[in-house]
């Protein structure tokens, strides 16, 4: 009898269960396994992907769960490589493989076995493609806060009939307890965080990052493509940093390095990526992708790893005499988001791109890199329009944009959290760009809005592009004032386009003369019942020319 490859796969098994021991030492078989958080998958390379579950037991089980994984070509397929798998207790019973040996650029077909007859949902994913490459489409995500609305961005997405790939650029979940952020929308639709309270144990950020596992929607996307990952802020807590964080109050929630030690270790367990190098610190989840002769997308970390502090917390703009020593802390050229480790890493794969003949090269960074001055409302609205939009504000908004708008007029930018808080740091990362020589297309989260972004440097020469995704429901400034997105575009000499108000994702397809970005809205995140819009479009080529956006 003739075994091929597939059949030699589909025999013994393929892929690696990131150094767990074989399904037969679990000393314990559950009576009955769901999978109530469905499938995931992750980190696609040329053979293969992390593929993700988690296995719930019946209450009371103490042991691990026994699993088998199957991929195949189709859903229904003959599996084309399988294998065993701990759903192990001091992983929160969640179970990660890394698959290998499979053919590039394919879809693939992916679900996991528990004991009996359980069986999880079946996910998908597509391998990276090597050589030629025609087009790619990416979906570009961050900002769910689970209590802000209805995840009907992902469900969309889900439904797409062509999806490379997702790319999650952070606030996957956030620590906010029942009477915090969001938590106003979150009791009319029935959608309190769990834990009740902020999060800050090991206990806590797993069960932030199971309820949002469970939301159907979510699943729905998790299970249509594979996610690249990389958090952000919240995924800790609100604006952090390399030595603490903005909500991070160590006189009653402990020692920094232990919250961020804990949170970190749910990501891990919860998401569906590769644990970094571990002769690198546990922060470094910096990473690359290549998509054949097309694009490379460098992954960059800008948390936790190297980022000083914020000269203010984002929104926040301290009274007129503190300003000037606020602008004079931003200058400080040492300040630093990406640390000399990770830029000099970034170099070598952004010029080992451009040394291929790669025509883009894409950076999934979190925030903002446009710089965005603070709007000055009364002179672009006018005395008489801007006093009637201040006095319908409740007392402490707007006590809030007063302190915001002489800031403004003083030189503060707009979001002190983003890289306009760190100019020296962003003139370095623009020089590194000229010397590799890309001009790369920046993907930014955070923002809770959408941009298209033009980024020069200090000379003003077109340095990079940007896109900006808007949240998948976090509330966002246009919520108290509509029409801002407009009001920063006018602005900035950098901002093509900004919208404020709406909830959604960025679709981005490249082909090797052009990128295209649809800014995809949905009409509500307050009932399921939604109709999906194309808010506006914007393309580029590829040529390092000073040719920027333009609307299509």
């Known amino acids: 009898m003739r075994i091929d490859r597939r059949g030699a796969l589909a025999l013994f098994g393929s892929g690696t269960a990131l150094g767990l021991p074989s399904v037969a030492y679990a000393q314990e078989t559950p009576q009955e396994v769901r999978f109530v958080h469905g499938v995931a998958s992750g980190d696609p390379k040329p053979d293969g992907a992390i593929i993700w579950t988690r296995a719930t037991a019946e209450t009371g089980f103490s042991g691990d769960i026994g699993l088998r994984w199957y991929v195949s070509d189709t859903a229904q397929g003959v599996p084309l490589s399988s294998g ?6 001091a992983a929160d019973y969640t179970a990660k493989v890394d698959v290998s040996d499979l053919l590039p650029g394919t879809e693939y077909h992916y679900w996991f076995d528990g004991p009996g007859d359980a069986r999880s949902p079946v996910g998908r994913f597509r391998t990276l493609p090597v050589g030629a490459v025609d087009d790619l489409v990416f979906a570009v995500a961050s900002c769910q806060l689970y209590p802000g609305g209805l995840f009907n961005a992902y469900a969309d997405m889900a439904s797409l009939e062509r999806l490379d790939a997702v ?15 969001g938590a106003d929308i979150g009791r009319q639709l029935g959608r309190l965080p769990d834990p009740p309270h902020e999060i800050v144990t090991l206990a806590d950020y797993r069960r932030r990052h199971a309820q949002v596992k469970a939301d159907p929607q979510m699943q729905a996307a998790h299970a249509r493509a594979a996610f690249i990952c990389v958090w952000d802020d919240h995924e800790t807590t609100n604006d952090s940093w390399m030595g603490g964080a903005e909500n991070h109050q160590q006189e009653s929630e402990g020692d920094w390095a232990g919250r961020k030690a804990v949170a970190m270790q749910a990501y891990f367990e919860w998401m569906p990526i590769r644990d970094p190098d571990p002769l690198r610190a546990r922060e470094a989840i910096f990473r690359s992708f290549e998509f054949g002769d097309l694009a490379t997308l460098a992954m960059v970390e800008t948390r936790l790893l190297a980022r000083d502090r914020q000269v203010a917390p984002k929104g926040d703009v301290p009274p007129a ?65 801007f006093a009637a939009l201040r006095n319908g504000m409740p007392a402490q908004y707007r006590d809030q944009i007063d302190r915001a708008l002489a800031g403004y007029r003083a030189g503060v930018p707009f979001n002190l959290d983003s890289w306009d808080g760190y100019p020296h740091a962003r003139e370095r990362l623009y020089e590194l760009f000229r010397r590799s020589g890309a001009r790369p297309l920046v993907l930014s989260g955070d923002s809770h809005a959408a941009w298209s972004n033009n980024l020069h440097n200090r ?45 959604g994702y960025a679709l981005v397809e ?24 194309v808010a506006a479009s914007h393309a580029v080529q590829p040529a390092p020319d000073g040719v920027g956006w333009e609307a299509v």
Not at 170 to 181: A, P, W
Not at 337 to 358: D, I, R
Request: hydrophobic content about 35%; aromatic content about 6%.
């Open 167 to 181: 790319i999650h650029l952070g606030d996957y979940i956030y620590e906010y307890g029942e009477s915090g952020y």
């Open 321 to 385: 005499e503190a300003v000037a020593d606020l602008l004079a802390e931003r200058e400080m050229p040492q300040r630093e988001l990406l640390g000399q480790g990770q830029s000099a890493w970034l170099e070598g794969v952004l010029s080992a791109s451009v040394a291929a003949g790669k025509p883009w090269q894409m950076l999934g960074n979190q925030v903002i890199m446009a710089r965005v001055p603070g709007p000055d409302l009364e002179a672009m609205l006018g005395a008489e329009e």
């Open 459 to 503: 000379d003003g020469e077109l340095t990079a592009l940007e896109v900006g995704c808007t949240a998948i429901t976090s509330p966002s400034y246009g919520s108290i004032l509509p029409g801002l997105g407009g009001l920063l575009s006018r602005a900035s000499e950098e901002v093509a386009y900004c919208d404020q108000d709406e909830k």
């Open 84 to 89: 065993e798998v701990l759903a192990r207790g």
């Open 510 to 533: 490249l082909t090797p003369g052009q990128c295209r970005v649809d800014h995809i809205t949905v009409s509500t995140v307050f009932s399921t019942e939604f109709e999906r819009r």
